[in-house]
Structures are given as structure tokens and as C-alpha cells.
């Protein structure tokens, strides 16, 4: 699911370029099945958003209107709800702070995979993306890899240096919830909780346009064979 979303994210900070706060949680489960919530949040930045959504264009772009936006979020929602292995998709969304959340239930991380490359196949009218032919999330023998899909490492290079600075006041937290303890993990960045139940990365969207594999990871629980 992060491949999707972050593109959405990339999508809008290429002409939002502000203040954001993204939080990424997916919990699995032994089975590989889970949750995934994600939170999107730029009501620091409202202002300047409400003033670029009242252009027609910017930067030879199409601002896209409310309404737009609005329908864009309820056909990804609707899709999600439509793909196997995907139940009660959910998109939460604050229009006058722009604060949007994302919650679905997944049977597998594969099933999670398809459903997201079909939803962005369907937001890129149908074209071929040759970057979704990637896998970025996978769990065997209890352990989990997570890598930055290419899709975003291709669309963060996209952003201007200009707009990359104005994303320095932002934050991005990565959590990743199981079942079982975890025993170790190979990101030197990562945090274990307490109950060591979790994993937690905290960057900001300025470092992860200068180097997307800061959310990279592989993490091992307990009984894995590593």
C-alpha cells in the first residue's frame, strides 16, 4: 500500500509542496494477513493550499478542483473495496484541514500489492507503468522485508529542488505492528517498542526525495531462521 499512497503524496507535494505529516501503520498478522492505516496531514499548510486550489494552473499543471479531488478519493476507495482480498476500505476525509485517513483490512500482502497497482493503473488512465512490475513488500518464514517501491524513487526525482527544502518541516513515520516479538532488524534508523511488537522509522518527506530507501528494511521475529 505504500507504493500507492506515497505516489498520491509525491502527486500532490509537486505542486502542494508544504508542511505534511504522514503516517504510515500496517500491522500483520502470522497468517500475512493485516491492516494497513495511513494518514495523510496538511493543515499546517490549509492556507497555502486553499490559495493554490483557487488557480486554474500552476507550473503549467491543472489544479485540481475540490469536487475532483473528492471523486478521485471515492473511486480509490470504492476500487479498493472491489479488489480480492481486500475488505472495509475506508478514506476519511477532511476537506477544510485537509487531513486525509486511510484504512483497509488485507488477506495477504500480495492481495494488498494487486489491489494497489490496480488502483494506480486506474489513476494513470489505464497507460502501462513498467515500475509496477516490483515487488516491495513480502513475509516468509517470520520475517518481513519492506523496500520504496520504484514508482516513488522515479516520481521523487521529479519534484524540483526548488519545492524539495519546503519539505523539511515535514514528518514521516513508518510503523510496522506484529503478533509475535521481533528480534532484530537490519535499519540502523529503526526503533523497537517496549512490548518489542513494533518497529518505527521517523524521517521527514525532504530525506526521503534525497534518498527513498531511508524506509527500507527487513525485519526478523522471533522463530525466523535468520
Excluded at 472491489?82 to 476525509?93: C, D, L, M, P, R
Excluded at 502501462?128 to 522515479?154: C, G, H, M
Aim: with cysteine; hydrophobic share 35%.
Amino acid at each position: 500500500m505504500r507504493k500507492g499512497l506515497l505516489l498520491l503524496t509525491l502527486s500532490a507535494l509537486t505542486f502542494l509542496t508544504s508542511c505534511v505529516e504522514i503516517i504510515d501503520d500496517l500491522t500483520l498478522n502470522l497468517d500475512g494477513s493485516g491492516t494497513l492505516r495511513y494518514n495523510l496531514n496538511l493543515s499546517s499548510s490549509k492556507v497555502k493550499i486553499n490559495s493554490i486550489l483557487a488557480l486554474d494552473s500552476l507550473d503549467g499543471k491543472k489544479v485540481p478542483s475540490i469536487p475532483e479531488i473528492k471523486s478521485k478519493v471515492s473511486r480509490i476507495e470504492e476500487m479498493l473495496n472491489e479488489q480480492a482480498g481486500i475488505s472495509n476500505a475506508k478514506i476519511e476525509a477532511d476537506y477544510a484541514n485537509f487531513i486525509f485517513k486511510l484504512n483497509c483490512d488485507f488477506g495477504s500482502l500480495e492481495e494488498l500489492q494487486a489491489a494497489m497497482k490496480k488502483v494506480i493503473i486506474d489513476q494513470n488512465k489505464n497507460k502501462p507503468i513498467p515500475e509496477l512490475d516490483y515487488k516491495w513488500l513480502s513475509f516468509a518464514e517470520n520475517t518481513l522485508q519492506r523496500s520504496v517501491p520504484e514508482l516513488t524513487i522515479k516520481k521523487s526525482k521529479e519534484i524540483k529542488d526548488t519545492d524539495r527544502d519546503l519539505l523539511r518541516d515535514g514528518t514521516y513515520t513508518s510503523i510496522t505492528r506484529f503478533e509475535s516479538e521481533v528480534d532484530h532488524y537490519d535499519n540502523e534508523s529503526a526503533r523497537l517498542s517496549a512490548n518489542k511488537k513494533a518497529v518505527m522509522i521517523r524521517t521527514d518527506p525532504y530525506s526521503l526525495t534525497q534518498n527513498p530507501h531511508l524506509l527500507d528494511n527487513v525485519i526478523y521475529l522471533k522463530g525466523s531462521s535468520n
